[in-house]
């Protein structure tokens, strides 16, 4: 799909009630009007993680999707939208990371050990501590499947809310770590 040409993206959507976007961007920027011009009647962001009121204020891994939320917005009379919030995928976790399960190409942080650790050889850089020197920092993991589950049933709601959350495991940071070197039978001084 060439998501620089307004009308090829109009002709693919006509006749589409719902799109699940899992592009980023000016691509996903360009979906959003070309949506709306087609009268889809609604539309998810790529925005697949966490609480987007949780993003820091110009966020570097942003990829215009709070101006896709901001267009949303703006388009509300138009268009129904959610925003999926699973936090993260165990996928991430997995030999290969995310890209062993072809997902996340376009985010920069899909490859093994690309987000806080990497299993195989236990490296991390792991936001365990807050500013607080508090350990009590969450990390909310989702499946990948469970994902596409949650976002199968939630086609066929009448209504959608601004938010559709689901959460698979909440955990310490600290501990997700101190599981994964015990099952490598690695010992970690707290």
Same mark, same amino acid.
């Given at each position: 799909?060439?998501?620089?040409?307004?009308?090829?993206?109009k =002709?693919?959507?006509?006749?589409?009630?719902? @799109?699940?976007?899992?592009v980023?961007?000016?691509?996903?920027?360009?979906?959003?009007?070309?949506?709306?011009?087609?009268? @889809?009647?609604?539309? $998810?962001?790529?925005?697949?993680?966490?609480?987007?009121?949780?993003? %820091?204020?110009?966020d %570097?891994?942003?990829?215009n999707?709070?101006?896709?939320?901001?267009?949303?917005?703006?388009?509300?009379?138009?268009?129904?939208?959610?925003?999926? @919030?699973?936090?993260?995928?165990?996928?991430?976790?997995q %030999?290969?990371?995310?890209?062993?399960?072809?997902?996340?190409?376009?985010?920069?942080? =899909?490859?093994e050990?690309?987000?806080?650790?990497?299993?195989?050889?236990?490296? $991390?850089?792991? %936001?365990a =501590?807050?500013?607080?020197?508090?350990?009590?920092?969450?990390?909310?993991?989702t499946?990948a499947?469970d994902?596409?589950?949650?976002?199968t049933? $939630?086609?066929?709601?009448k209504?959608?809310?601004?938010?559709?959350?689901?959460t698979?495991?909440?955990?310490?940071?600290?501990?997700? @770590? $101190?599981?994964v070197?015990?099952?490598?039978?690695?010992?970690?001084?707290d």
């Amino acid at each position: 799909m060439d998501y620089d040409d307004l009308d090829s993206l109009k =002709y693919s959507l006509r006749g589409i009630d719902t @799109v699940i976007s899992t592009v980023t961007g000016a691509a996903q920027i360009e979906l959003i009007k070309a949506a709306v011009s087609v009268r @889809v009647r609604r539309f $998810a962001p790529a925005e697949f993680e966490g609480l987007s009121q949780l993003r %820091p204020a110009n966020d %570097p891994l942003d990829r215009n999707r709070s101006l896709a939320l901001h267009w949303l917005n703006h388009y509300s009379q138009f268009i129904q939208s959610t925003r999926f @919030v699973c936090g993260i995928l165990y996928e991430r976790f997995q %030999p290969g990371g995310l890209a062993r399960s072809a997902i996340g190409s376009t985010s920069g942080f =899909y490859g093994e050990g690309d987000y806080i650790m990497n299993c195989r050889t236990m490296e $991390a850089q792991v %936001p365990a =501590y807050d500013a607080d020197n508090n350990s009590q920092v969450a990390i909310c993991m989702t499946a990948a499947q469970d994902v596409g589950r949650f976002v199968t049933k $939630a086609i066929d709601m009448k209504q959608w809310p601004a938010e559709l959350r689901m959460t698979g495991q909440r955990m310490f940071v600290k501990d997700l @770590v $101190a599981t994964v070197a015990r099952l490598k039978g690695m010992f970690i001084v707290d």
